[in-house]
């Protein structure tokens, strides 16, 4: 293959209990990538639509993460790379993540498919990096793995992919203001009290059993967070309105959608997301506040493969 085209799934990042170690890869909301090999041996960004980037390969998420990927697999040609951005920058929906996942699963492919996915997410990471000042891994894992995944430890990276219960669906509202990750983090204490963390330990246990018990009561009482949440809540307009309006609504749960500003809910059935997406979206339209509403099962494989030759 010369030429790859991709579409690059956003993500949910955190999931309330998982901070920096819990992710869900999202069905219809993403990018569009095209990945050409050319004779000359580099990486180039020569378009980008839907987004004010910077073309610089070295000043790209996406050109990072695809020197990461070719520093350690030498060829003697290079790639040249387009990205049509339909996840706007600063959203909470893992827009950085889908440019350094694509790349890499792109020209991974191109390549010959040396590396298995979950091999990828360490090169993604360095694009994760460039964006936030931090390699975290649970927005690019989902999006290369698909379903929801659960980085256990970062060194050794230790990735499990989870298959998502089948009615378990997301609503995901974004308020048009931007919140940089790397300002949302910064925000972040560095000390948590021993009850919190116990707190947080047990959640995630929790989300964990019952997405492999495919116990949704148990899915909502662990989507709760005692460590970040607190804080950067006090970022997002309206988000104690946003999750009352969720519960309402029987949603199984909310929370910040990775660092914010877009607040996600978990529902089990279609249905019931589409009325948490109702409830969520009254409470901006009284607020007179422009958003962005996505209602979206969980995407079973991440990226995926649109064109190729």
């Known amino acids: 293959m010369d030429y790859i085209k991709i579409f690059s799934p956003a993500t949910i990042a955190n999931l309330s209990c ?31 639509e839907g987004a004010d980037l910077p073309l610089e390969t070295e000043k790209n998420v996406s050109g990072v993460a695809a020197l990461a990927l070719l520093h350690e697999w030498d060829t003697d040609y290079g790639f040249e790379i387009e990205i049509t951005k339909n996840i706007k920058a600063g959203s909470g929906i893992g827009s950085s993540a ?5 790349s890499v699963f792109a020209i991974n492919e191109l390549l010959g498919r040396p590396y298995e996915n979950k091999d990828l997410v360490r090169f993604a990471m360095q694009g994760e990096k460039l964006a936030s000042g931090s390699a975290h891994a649970d927005n690019v894992a989902p999006a290369l793995l698909g379903g929801i995944t659960l980085v256990r430890s970062y060194d050794p990276l230790d990735i499990i992919k989870i298959e998502a219960p089948e009615e378990l669906f997301a609503t995901v509202i974004h308020p048009q203001i931007e919140l940089r990750t790397a300002d949302a983090r910064s925000v972040l204490k560095q000390h948590i009290t021993l009850q919190n963390a116990i707190t947080q330990w047990g959640n995630v246990g929790g989300f964990v059993a019952g997405l492999y018990t ?26 104690d309105r ?21 607040v996600f809910a978990l529902s089990r059935g279609f249905e019931t997301a589409q009325n948490a997406a109702s409830a969520m979206s009254q409470v901006y339209d009284d607020m007179k506040l422009p958003y962005e509403i996505h209602i979206s099962g969980i995407n079973p494989e991440g990226i995926k493969i649109l064109d190729k030759k």
């Open 242 to 262: 946003l999750k009352i309006a969720c519960q309402t609504q029987g949603a199984l749960g909310s929370g910040i959608s990775g660092s914010g500003p877009s």
């Open 98 to 102: 889908a440019s350094a996942a694509g």
């Open 18 to 48: 998982g901070f920096d170690v819990l992710g869900l890869c999202l069905d219809n909301v993403g990018d569009e990538m095209t990945v050409r090999k050319i004779d000359e041996k580099t990486i180039r960004i020569t378009k980008i």
């Open 214 to 239: 495919r116990d949704y009561g148990l899915i909502g009482r662990s989507l709760q967070d005692k460590i970040v949440e607190p804080i950067r809540g006090l970022l997002i307009p309206g988000f």
